[in-house]
């Protein structure tokens, strides 16, 4: 019994529900206004398509990406080719920019100097060797023995030996290098010799009035002509005991990074 009243009593409520939805209905179409049912039904029908819409953009933009993949690739490459390609031309230009000043600087220098020879090191010795570069011209181009080789900034050293095509230049730092030398301040005599990594100017005498920061340059010699700067002195030695004090000086040209240089007679 308690079975069959339960049914009868589900029964009779969808009864009453589906006579109030039919008078909700009726009155709806009677006073004009949306029916209830039809929007309920489209909030649903809205929700479902967003939820597959969306469902379906993440998919279609994950398999969008999936397949631009192997496009990604080849643009990267791309780029990273040309990042190369002006990494080298940056390289290049600067070399030429420093090729076009060292042509320039050799150029002014012959303007002191017409029958100059211009010329490039193309060799230093190794390690614990004398103090010299090779330099790429030779008895061809004039070069001569004993001849003096300048850099802009000044003294170099000079030449020791000529092959036709290459000749051998002993630095001013060479413990084998002499050149006549005069304080520029005062016109004090003395011989600058090379001291493996600076320059040392002896004999020059007691009375003299050294001062750090002079200039020293060439005096009249087998080598050189007067007045082209050798160093400036860094350090003063007097010694009561001799006749002559030392002054220690820094090269005017960076011996160690020589590239375009200007041979010359004397």
């Known amino acids: ?23 909700v209905q009726v009155r709806a179409q009677r006073s004009g206004a949306p029916s209830p049912i ?18 379906g953009g993440a998919i279609g933009s994950g398999t969008s990406a ?30 030429e920019l420093a090729d076009a000043l060292g042509i320039a600087d050799i150029r002014h220098l012959r303007e002191h100097h017409a ?12 390690e614990g060797a004398t103090r010299s ?23 170099v050293g000079h030449v020791t030996q000529v092959t036709p095509l290459e000749s051998t230049v002993v630095l001013a730092t060479d413990f084998s290098s002499r050149i006549p030398a005069i304080v520029r301040n005062g016109r004090w005599w003395g011989i600058a010799r090379g001291n493996l990594r600076s320059i040392r100017l002896d004999y020059v005498t007691l009375d003299a009035p050294l001062h750090v920061g002079d200039v020293v340059v060439t005096g009249n010699g087998r080598t050189f ?16 005991s ?24 004397r």
């Open 1 to 23: 019994m308690r079975t069959d009243e339960r049914k009868l009593l589900v029964l009779l409520a969808i009864v009453i529900a589906a006579a109030l939805l039919a008078i």
């Open 38 to 55: 039809a929007v309920a039904a489209s909030y649903l029908i809205a929700g479902s398509e967003n939820v597959v819409a969306s469902v």
């Open 66 to 95: 999936v397949l631009s993949f192997p496009s990604l690739r080849t643009r990267n490459a791309a780029l990273v080719a040309a990042n190369q390609a002006l990494l080298e031309r940056n390289a290049r230009l600067h070399q």
């Open 115 to 126: 029958h100059g020879i211009a010329a490039r090191v193309i060799g230093f010795p190794p």
């Open 133 to 155: 570069i090779t330099i790429d011209r030779g008895s061809l181009a004039g070069v001569r023995r004993d001849d003096g080789v300048l850099a802009p900034g000044g003294v």
């Open 225 to 240: 002509r007067a007045g082209i700067p050798i160093g400036r002195i860094v350090k003063i030695d007097r010694n009561d």
């Open 242 to 265: 001799s006749l002559y004090q030392t002054a220690i000086l820094k090269p005017s040209v960076r011996l160690n990074a020589l590239d375009r240089l200007l041979v010359v007679a």
